[in-house]
């Protein structure tokens, strides 16, 4: 049986491809996935869509990470926590600049919690939140958290507001909402209702 056809830039199948839908985006702040090994081959992965459109972007793949591989001095962790200051708060705040770089950790829940845990120099940076105006559009993965958010929607979230220009970090959103409707048009219509929409109304 011959393998599936892969798209080698967005590391989707090839029926699948994102690339036409990616738009360049030239942020700002440095923005760097540290990513579940679990996530990188999931078809409706997305955070390749940040990496893919963000100039100033990375993605590192594995459980535990080498601290030198970031200037901790100005470092951002992208992360709910009580401690956490609003990134709307620092577009004006004199504590970051143009090095500055944000880190946003790509898995589930579960698994993103436990990256932190496993990296104490993680836990010792200062947290960020961003302020969600709707729910997650990611209508086929399940997160515990009323305010989870899709990779991509988080990078979204922060860059618009550490810019005050949600219009320019819209192609993000875009690709997500193409992504996520390929998915769901090749899944039965029954099945999508009874494990997708039928279930988010039992939890609400």
């Keep these: 049986m011959s393998k599936r056809a892969v798209c080698k830039r967005c590391s989707k199948a090839a029926s699948a491809c994102i690339c036409a839908t990616i738009k360049s985006i030239d942020n700002q702040h440095f923005l760097h996935i540290l990513q579940d090994p679990s996530e990188e081959k999931k078809a409706v992965g997305t955070a390749r869509i940040l990496d893919l459109s963000l100039k100033r972007s990375k993605i590192s793949i594995g459980e535990q990470f080498n601290a030198a591989m970031f200037d901790l001095a100005n470092s951002y962790l992208v992360f709910p926590d009580e401690s956490a200051v609003p990134a709307q708060q620092l577009l004006h705040s004199r504590d970051i600049n143009c090095n500055s770089q944000f880190i946003l950790l790509d898995g589930s829940w579960k698994k993103a919690y436990k990256l932190l845990m496993s990296n104490p120099f993680l836990q010792a940076l ?10 997650s559009a990611y209508r086929i993965r399940k997160s515990p958290r009323e305010d989870g958010l899709s990779t991509v929607e988080a990078g979204y979230y922060l860059l618009s507001q550490l ?23 090749k899944i039965p219509a029954e099945i999508y209702q009874k494990n997708y929409v039928d279930k988010q109304e039992e939890q609400k």
Excluded: R
Aim: glycine letters at 0%.
């Design 126 to 135: 200062p947290k960020v939140s961003i302020n969600i105006d709707q729910k």
């Design 163 to 185: 810019e005050n220009n949600s219009e320019k970090f819209k192609p993000l959103l875009d690709s997500f909402a193409y992504m996520i409707d390929y998915q769901i048009s």
